[in-house]
Every structure is written in structure tokens, then in C-alpha cells.
């Protein structure tokens, strides 16, 4: 993830989901409310804050999201629920399943460099509405979005400490 981010990665410690983020009537957790408080959390040399949860996330407007992002902010939200062959009835794929966390972390990371949903299908900034296109887009940027990505991380660092 640092390689294509141009930029050294570190994990951190789990924050808790705050409990308010939860929707009862719909089961699900709003994103927007997690990011609210992922902002307390990011390090003072951080460049972004990539949070991972196993919580199925919504926002009001859409039934469910992979992921939400601060566009051109700091911080982004990713979700492995929706990512999960079990979501779906199959049989769990580990591989699988960190190939779509990969492709809509970075995608999420994309949002917070200023990026918007890439019309080139083979771009992993392309919109993802099911679990199908997160399968189909491809796992990089292309050479456009790399070019923003890489122009807001330069000077940052490029070794890859853990993902």
C-alpha cells in the first residue's frame, strides 16, 4: 500500500466505534459519524488515517457504502463487511478479501489526495456501487490519479513499514 501511496505506512492501535455511529433501525453504522471521531485520533505527523472496521457502514442517502472518505481531507473509512464472501451467502475467501480491502482502501486514500470517481474502469478510483465492480475495477491508480496521488506525497516517505 505505501508503494503505490509513495508514502511510508504504519499501523495503529483500534480506536472503539463511537456508539452513537449506530443506526438502529436500519442495523448499520453511519460512516460519516466514525470519521467525526477518527479525527481526534490522527498522529500529529500523520499525512492521512485510514480506519478499517468490520461494521457494515451507511450514510443517509444510500443503503450501504464500502467506504467513505473526507474529500481532500485527512481521514477514510473502510468497511470489510460488504467485502466478505459471507456477506454474500459464499464461502469465505481470504485472498479475495484483502484484494477489495486493498482496492477500496486506496480508493477511499484517493478521496482524501482530492480525488474523484475516475471514469476509466481500469482505475481503482472508478465508482463501485457492488461488490462485482469492486471485483472488476482495477487495483491501482492509473497514470492520472497516480500523478495528483504522487504530487501531495512527495518528501513523505516511501518505505512500506506494515499494512
Not at 134 to 144: E, L
Request: proline residues 6%; negative net charge; contains cysteine.
Amino acid at each position: 500500500m505505501g508503494e503505490c501511496l509513495q508514502a511510508t505506512v504504519r499501523t495503529m492501535p483500534s480506536i472503539p466505534v463511537p456508539p452513537e455511529s449506530f443506526e438502529a433501525r436500519r442495523n448499520q453504522y453511519y460512516s460519516t459519524r466514525i470519521l467525526k471521531e477518527m479525527l481526534g485520533e490522527v498522529p500529529w505527523d500523520a499525512l492521512k488515517l485510514l480506519g478499517v472496521t468490520d461494521k457494515d457502514l451507511c450514510i443517509p442517502i444510500l443503503t450501504y457504502v464500502f467506504g467513505e472518505a473526507q474529500l481532500g481531507g485527512t481521514a477514510a473509512l473502510v468497511s470489510l463487511a460488504r467485502l466478505r464472501q459471507e456477506h454474500y451467502g459464499v464461502a469465505p475467501d481470504r485472498p479475495l478479501l484483502l484484494e477489495r480491502l486493498r482496492k477500496e482502501s486506496l480508493h477511499e486514500l484517493g478521496h482524501t489526495f482530492g480525488l474523484i470517481h475516475c471514469p476509466s474502469r481500469g482505475c481503482v478510483m472508478y465508482l463501485s456501487n457492488t461488490v462485482v465492480d469492486v471485483d472488476t475495477k482495477g487495483r491501482d491508480f492509473c497514470r492520472h490519479c497516480q500523478t495528483v496521488v504522487a504530487s501531495k506525497t512527495v518528501g513523505r516517505g516511501g518505505d512500506d513499514d506494515g499494512e
